[in-house]
């Protein structure tokens, strides 16, 4: 298993957030680099783990597991968990778990144009077998579009501006790296060390926007909630780990309605009602695991409870 793929942000309370039975049937949505999985299949005795991933890249890291017999890799987004599910027969799960954080491993490699650290190919795509890139969407679409996905997906005040500036670079030569993706949001040539912590800010939300647009993460999460609730036997666990706002308030009122849209509905007795018990609100990283893992400084921790 590669080390460096990924850290697991709040790994020990994700687990035990599971309430994992040695016979109980899992679901991690993130395989990335195992640490979850990993530490769930060394609980589990004659029940099964079922992982999502649509990096193929991560398969890597399930040959060396504890209990790896318990385990089917699925290369494919977790989107189509009710898919997958009802593919392998299975009817009910007692827990699923997902990390939606970006895996070290895409944000280290150059190739996968995940970070302006590295100047690479602007691509973006978890899954590389197929699908628009980072670099179709900034070369192809209009001015308008690309405002609505940099104020949408990064909240972005400025997104208009932005935008403006990206459609003008391209018009003189077409923006394909992330060197060029830089140079025209920020308009000049600067070393990561020469951003101000405005520009770093800036281009880090522009990344995060164009990101959740390849992928369509947000689409995705409400998709795979979905079938969670579904899918999750009483007494199941559904357990989040979520990294910027846009994807937390869709937990967090998913979490608390039972419903992707949040609308909280109640009895005559004005009691919610809901298909879930709260079990954990919103855990974030202790200073110490922040200064041992500094990208666990966004992470936040939900747990809810199928009722």
């Known amino acids: 298993m590669t080390e460096t793929y990924h850290i697991p942000a709040l790994l020990q309370p994700a687990i035990s957030g599971l309430n994992l039975r ?9 395989f990335g680099g ?37 385990l089917t890799f699925i290369h494919s ?13 299975v009817t009910q799960i007692d827990g699923l778990l997902a990390d939606l954080g970006v895996s070290f491993h895409h ?29 179709d969407i900034v070369n192809a679409y209009t001015e ?15 997104s208009r501006l932005l935008s403006k500036r990206l459609v003008q670079a391209r018009q003189q030569s077409p923006v394909l790296t ?56 009483p007494k199941g666990r559904l357990v989040i780990l ?20 949040g609308n909280i509905q109640k009895d005559f007795y004005g009691n919610i009602l809901t298909p879930f018990r709260l079990i954990e609100k919103g855990l974030t990283a202790s200073e110490e695991e922040v200064m041992n893992n500094p990208r666990a400084r966004s992470a936040k921790l939900r747990i809810a409870e199928k009722i």
């Open 22 to 30: 040695p016979d109980g049937t899992y679901v991690d949505v993130t």
């Open 34 to 70: 195992a640490g979850h999985s990993g530490a769930i299949l060394q609980s589990l005795a004659s029940g099964h783990l079922y992982a999502f991933d649509r990096d193929i890249d991560a398969f890597q890291n399930a040959r060396q597991l504890t209990n790896a017999s318990l």
């Open 77 to 89: 987004d977790f989107r189509y968990l009710q898919n997958w599910m009802d593919f392998y027969g």
């Open 107 to 135: 944000f280290d490699t150059a190739s996968r144009g995940f970070s302006f650290r590295l100047d690479g190919p602007l691509d973006m795509r978890m899954n590389r077998c197929g699908g628009k890139t980072a670099a």
């Open 144 to 158: 308008e579009e690309l405002a609505r996905v940099l104020f949408v997906y990064g909240e972005l005040k400025n």
């Open 178 to 233: 992330t060197e060029d993706l830089a140079r025209a949001i920020t308009g000049k040539t600067l070393s990561i060390d020469d951003l101000s912590p405005q520009q770093k800010k800036e281009l880090t939300l522009v990344f995060q926007a164009l990101r959740i647009e390849v992928n369509d993460e947000l689409g995705s999460l409400r998709e795979m909630l979905q079938a969670a609730l579904q899918m999750l036997a």
């Open 242 to 261: 979520t990294y910027h706002s846009l994807e937390d308030r869709i937990v967090k009122n998913f979490m608390r309605s039972g419903n992707i849209d």
